[in-house]
């Protein structure tokens, strides 16, 4: 039971609150654009769904591939069920191998939805036609009450999401 509500808590700290005390660093004023600004580009233009648009897909077919771009960790964590993970940072590396098919559905989704269209940008321009971002992310998968597995252990967990 104890490894039970360990779990639960690790997920709830992952998913919902973030790492305390990781705050960016200071930007050099040379730098042309934010981490902000450039995520606020690439949702303008990708395609953006909401979590629900996910949860009706995955339920309606299995001709789509839920791909989760937070790192390793973070995916053993606590992941949307059947979801693959492939890290941003190796996604140009990696995608081909785990996506072979440019036409395939893809609902890509982070923690919070930033990442997700940074990389579905970068699906788009690598040729990948119909790769959408999940706006919201794995926070609000959570707090609306979906499933989700873990990597960690084989104990069914429970997620009470966290109020902000």
């Not at 490894?3 to 042309?32: D, N, R, S």
């Not at 693959?84 to 440019?102: A, M, Y």
């Amino acid at each position: 039971m104890r490894k039970g509500i360990i779990t639960t808590v690790l997920v709830l700290a992952m998913m919902t609150a973030g790492f305390a005390g990781a705050e960016p660093a200071q930007q050099p004023k040379w730098m042309a654009s934010t981490a902000k600004e450039l995520v606020e580009k690439a949702r303008a233009a990708t395609k953006q769904v909401t979590i629900n648009d996910l949860k009706d897909a995955i339920a309606a077919s299995n001709d789509m591939v839920v791909l989760d771009v937070r790192e390793p960790n973070e995916y053993e964590v606590a992941h949307i069920p059947e979801a693959i993970n492939v890290p941003r940072g190796l996604l140009e590396f990696s995608i081909w191998t785990v996506v072979p098919d440019v036409n395939k559905k893809i609902f890509v989704y982070c923690k919070t939805g930033a990442r997700a269209a940074l990389a579905t940008k970068l699906l788009n321009e690598l040729g990948y036609k119909n790769a959408v971002a999940v706006n919201t992310g794995g926070v609000a998968w959570v707090q609306a009450g979906y499933p989700v597995q873990t990597s960690i252990t084989d104990e069914e967990i429970v997620i009470i999401p966290a109020h902000r």
